[in-house]
């Protein structure tokens, strides 16, 4: 197996697609997604996985049950499984970050453009056991 090793700040701030699965474990998933000024990932929740973020570039809120933290380039967030929670891009940049699934929460090598593109793809796209490796 080979894992994963790559210049994960480069790859962000490179990034332009909403949402790309980079590599997919059978416990962990590293996924990219950027966030145009105004636009949301959406409310969710996550029943059965924890969620973290680091966020590269741009400026943005997080919510987490209701309560709402700003975030920027450098900070980390977790989010606990059964969390609702939802992050909104609040400046005029974009918001470029990466996130852990864990477990897994889409397929691998998912790739979505835009918003409209995962909104689209919702139900398809979950996890379905196929590993990167």
Same mark, same amino acid.
């Given at each position: 197996?080979?894992?994963?090793?790559?210049?994960? #700040?480069?790859?962000?701030? /490179?990034?332009?697609?909403?949402?790309?699965?980079?590599?997919?474990?059978?416990?962990?998933?590293?996924?990219?997604?950027?966030?145009?000024?105004?636009?949301?990932?959406? #409310?969710?929740?996550?029943?059965?996985?924890?969620?973290?973020?680091? @966020?590269?570039?741009?400026?943005? /809120?997080? @919510?987490?049950?209701?309560?709402?933290?700003?975030?920027?380039?450098?900070?980390?967030?977790?989010?606990?499984?059964?969390a609702r929670h939802n992050v909104r891009n609040s400046g005029g940049q974009p918001l470029q970050f990466y996130t852990l699934y864990g477990p897994p929460e889409h397929k691998d090598k998912t790739v979505h453009k835009t918003k409209a593109d995962a909104d689209r793809?919702?139900?398809?796209?979950? @996890?379905?056991?196929? $590993? $990167? /490796?």
């Open positions: 197996m080979q894992g994963f090793v790559d210049d994960i #700040e480069k790859l962000t701030t /490179e990034n332009g697609d909403f949402r790309r699965v980079l590599y997919t474990g059978a416990n962990l998933q590293l996924v990219l997604m950027t966030l145009k000024p105004g636009e949301e990932i959406g #409310e969710e929740v996550h029943e059965d996985r924890d969620q973290f973020f680091r @966020f590269e570039a741009g400026a943005g /809120e997080v @919510f987490i049950d209701g309560v709402k933290h700003a975030v920027e380039d450098d900070d980390a967030v977790i989010v606990p499984a059964g793809d919702h139900d398809n796209d979950h @996890f379905d056991g196929k $590993t $990167t /490796e």
